[in-house]
């Protein structure tokens, strides 16, 4: 009796310290993986900042007026985010392998399902990036032309011109994503159809006003004074 | 670069004339049907009248009209054979360069250059008042003064001609130091080192706006020490030619095109310090008749409708104390309200750094301008509504005095930008 109970223990106990045997080198190189791609990370970071701060590259893109990634990047700087993003995508890079490494049961599926992705989330994230610099600039082109023309409501216009694009866009990155499906499609119509809708309809309404007024200006004396009379030139 | 067949016509008009000519006088045209044959023979009227001593060359030079500009130049070739026509061939009108007078301009002043003339008038072919004394006035100084470059001075209503008046004028005053009244002045004369100087540093080659070739050349010969004068001519009557543009789209071509130059003469323009008078020829002409009724309110309430929208964008530009002082004016309504001088060229400076520095998308920067122009204007207007044509002369000349006292303003935030921001 006192055998079996001897050898279920020792039979238990090995089991244990054979698991973690086993367990161990994995997660030890999971450990080394973390920390080696950690360092690794921000010494690349450094290193980039170092480069991109030489370049003056902060000033540069605020000259080519690709001021939306000053605006989305920490203290305003786009050299603090791509080092970041280096690093993080290192460290990420480091966890992968670790896991990979570490064997658990998930990873053998997870490694190429996030593999295959990236090249779509590469596509997706510049379809956004392009999508938030050419709603800016369409923005701020609608909203000068807008004042120029003295229309009171050109801030609304301007706006309604950005947020349009941001939907075109964040409508384009999903469905390259295939997140959503379907529904994208569908919410990304109704909204689109939406804007447009009272778009024509605030245009429509405004422009009874004007035409009105273009009417009564015409039919009124033709001498009334404004600043067409005068020659800029 | 323009095509071959131009160059051939270049050489056939230049071995058809005797070398050296004295005076080439060129008619640059863009579907100018309507007025360019006018031109043409109040040009060739002044040539035969003034200088029927000496040897002259009336030419036309014409890219792409398709209106029947060309038609016209042929048909008074029949009156007139020495009349030489520089363009292409038929059918090749429609490639060229979106800029109207430039490619035409390098025609003539090639060959201006080519049969050596001592003086080359450039003519407007879209003006309809041109006298034949006109071609005496601006080609003398050259010839009998030894003046490299004479500019126009047209008689004009005391409230027209406002973007000169509030921003080019006193602006290239206080950038190059010569009082030019009229630097946007269509027609010009040039004398035969300037044309060589021109086309040595192939100052044409360079994309600049239609409206503002003029200050272009200007720039060119102060930046070069040649001896700019003016002379004072009757009033230049513009027919239109095409969709008129809009305020904001006439701005951004002049204004682009004036800090295009000041960017290219940076070196020049850092060392003039105030200015000085410039020669002029004949005497000032008063023009007839009232200045037609301007309403200044709807300009400020641009101007208020500008510092309620944009200020985002003039942020970009603007240091803070300016934005300061426009929004507490804009408070302010019509009837009492004015944009100071002082603060006038600030803006005007800020802007040509702006445009330097690249701060966004140039064309936005320079229509964002229009709002405050208009502000500007209104205060202008509405101080200057009843004075006489002398006053506002006074009162331009002393707004360019402001300009010029603000200069170390413009100095100190092109050398340092980030630095000095009041």
């Known amino acids: 009796m006192w055998d079996q109970i001897k050898d279920?223990?020792?039979?238990?106990?090995?089991?244990?310290l054979v698991g973690v045997a086993s367990f161990l080198p994995g997660l030890l190189a999971l450990v080394l993986a973390v920390l080696l791609s950690s360092l690794l990370g921000w010494l690349l970071g450094a290193l980039l900042g170092l480069i991109l701060r030489a370049f003056d590259f902060d000033k540069r893109l605020q000259k080519w007026d690709f001021v939306v990634l000053a605006e989305w990047s920490p203290k305003n700087?786009?050299?603090?985010?791509?080092?970041?993003?280096?690093?993080?995508?290192?460290?990420?890079?480091?966890?992968?392998?670790?896991?990979?490494?570490?064997?658990?049961?998930?990873?053998?599926?997870?490694?190429?399902?996030?593999?295959?992705?990236?090249?779509?989330?590469?596509?997706?994230?510049?379809?956004?990036?392009?999508g938030v610099l050419l709603a800016r600039f369409l923005a701020r082109a609608v909203l000068i032309s807008a004042v120029n023309m003295q229309i009171q409501s050109a801030r609304l216009l301007s706006m309604a011109m950005k947020?349009?694009?941001?939907?075109?866009?964040?409508?384009?990155?999903?469905?390259?994503?295939?997140?959503?499906?379907?529904?994208?499609?569908?919410?990304?119509?109704?909204?689109?159809?939406?804007?447009?809708?009272?778009?024509?309809?605030?245009?429509?309404l405004g422009s009874k006003e004007i035409v009105s007024r273009s009417w009564e200006r015409q039919s009124h004396s033709k001498a009334e004074p404004s600043d067409d009379a005068l020659k800029h030139l | 670069m323009h095509d071959t067949t131009?160059?051939?016509?270049?050489?056939?008009?230049?071995?058809?004339?005797?070398?050296?000519?004295?005076?080439?006088?060129?008619?640059?045209?863009?579907?100018?049907?309507?007025?360019?044959?006018?031109?043409?023979?109040?040009?060739?009227?002044g040539l035969g009248e003034f200088f029927s001593g000496q040897s002259s060359l009336l030419v036309s030079a014409d890219v792409r009209s398709n209106d029947g500009t060309r038609e016209q130049v042929r048909g008074l070739r029949a009156e007139n054979p020495l009349l030489r026509e520089l363009g292409p061939a038929d059918g090749t009108a429609g490639a060229a360069s979106p800029s109207v007078p430039i490619r035409e301009l390098r025609m003539i002043l090639e060959l201006a250059h080519e049969v050596r003339a001592r003086a080359c008038l450039v003519l407007d072919a879209s003006v309809t008042s041109m006298g034949a004394d006109w071609v005496a006035q601006l080609v003398r100084p050259?010839?009998?003064?030894?003046?490299?470059?004479?500019?126009?001075?047209?008689?004009?209503?005391?409230?027209?001609?406002?973007?000169?008046?509030g921003i080019v004028y006193p602006?290239?005053?206080?950038?190059?130091?010569?009082?030019?009244?009229?630097?946007?002045?269509?027609?010009?004369?040039?004398?035969?080192?300037?044309?060589?100087?021109?086309?040595?540093?192939?100052?044409?080659?360079?994309?600049?706006?239609?409206?503002?070739?003029?200050?272009?050349?200007?720039?060119?010969?102060?930046?070069?020490?040649?001896?700019?004068?003016?002379?004072?001519?009757?009033?230049?009557?513009?027919?239109?030619?095409?969709?008129?543009?809009?305020?904001?789209?006439?701005?951004?071509?002049?204004?682009?095109?004036?800090?295009?130059?000041?960017?290219?003469?940076?070196?020049f323009w850092q060392k003039v310090r105030g200015s000085e008078p410039i020669r002029g020829f004949g005497t000032p002409v008063e023009m007839a008749g009232n200045a037609p009724p301007v309403d200044a309110h709807k300009m400020w309430e641009s101007f208020r409708l500008g510092c309620?929208?944009?200020?985002?964008?003039?942020?970009?530009?603007?240091?803070?104390?300016?934005?300061?002082?426009?929004?507490?004016?804009?408070r302010e309504d019509a009837a009492g309200a004015a944009l100071a001088d002082d603060l006038w060229a600030?803006?005007?400076?800020?802007?040509?750094?702006?445009?330097?520095?690249?701060?966004?998308?140039?064309?936005?920067?320079?229509?964002?301008?229009?709002?405050?122009?208009?502000?500007?204007?209104a205060s202008f207007v509405r101080e200057m509504g009843a004075a006489s044509s002398q006053d506002v002369e006074r009162r331009v000349q002393q707004l360019s005095l402001v300009y010029e006292a603000q200069k170390p303003y413009l100095i100190s935030r092109w050398r340092w930008p980030d630095r000095f921001n009041p």
């Open chain 1, 8 to 16: 279920a223990l020792y039979g238990a106990t090995h089991r244990v």
């Open chain 1, 77 to 130: 700087s786009p050299t603090l985010l791509l080092r970041k993003t280096v690093t993080w995508t290192v460290v990420v890079l480091g966890w992968l392998v670790g896991l990979t490494a570490f064997g658990a049961g998930v990873t053998p599926q997870l490694i190429p399902r996030v593999v295959e992705s990236l090249p779509n989330l590469g596509t997706a994230i510049v379809v956004v990036l392009l």
């Open chain 1, 163 to 204: 947020w349009l694009v941001l939907v075109f866009a964040a409508a384009m990155a999903l469905d390259h994503l295939r997140i959503g499906g379907d529904i994208v499609r569908l919410g990304f119509a109704i909204l689109f159809g939406g804007i447009v809708l009272a778009l024509a309809l605030a245009i429509g």
């Open chain 2, 6 to 45: 131009a160059s051939r016509r270049i050489a056939t008009a230049a071995a058809a004339a005797p070398v050296p000519v004295a005076i080439v006088a060129g008619v640059p045209s863009f579907n100018h049907a309507g007025t360019v044959a006018s031109v043409l023979r109040a040009a060739q009227a």
């Open chain 2, 142 to 165: 050259i010839l009998d003064d030894q003046f490299d470059m004479v500019a126009p001075c047209f008689a004009r209503h005391k409230l027209d001609g406002t973007i000169s008046k």
């Open chain 2, 171 to 267: 602006l290239t005053r206080a950038l190059y130091g010569k009082r030019v009244r009229q630097p946007l002045g269509s027609v010009f004369a040039l004398s035969g080192r300037l044309v060589e100087r021109f086309l040595a540093r192939r100052v044409w080659d360079i994309e600049v706006s239609a409206l503002s070739t003029d200050a272009r050349a200007l720039s060119e010969a102060v930046c070069g020490e040649f001896a700019v004068c003016q002379v004072f001519l009757g009033p230049a009557e513009h027919a239109g030619t095409g969709p008129s543009l809009d305020l904001s789209s006439v701005l951004a071509g002049v204004l682009g095109s004036v800090f295009d130059e000041m960017n290219r003469n940076v070196a």
């Open chain 2, 308 to 330: 309620r929208t944009l200020q985002e964008v003039w942020s970009a530009v603007l240091p803070p104390a300016t934005l300061l002082a426009l929004n507490y004016l804009a």
């Open chain 2, 346 to 377: 600030r803006i005007v400076y800020d802007f040509a750094l702006g445009y330097r520095l690249h701060v966004m998308n140039r064309s936005h920067l320079l229509r964002a301008l229009t709002p405050l122009y208009l502000g500007w204007l």
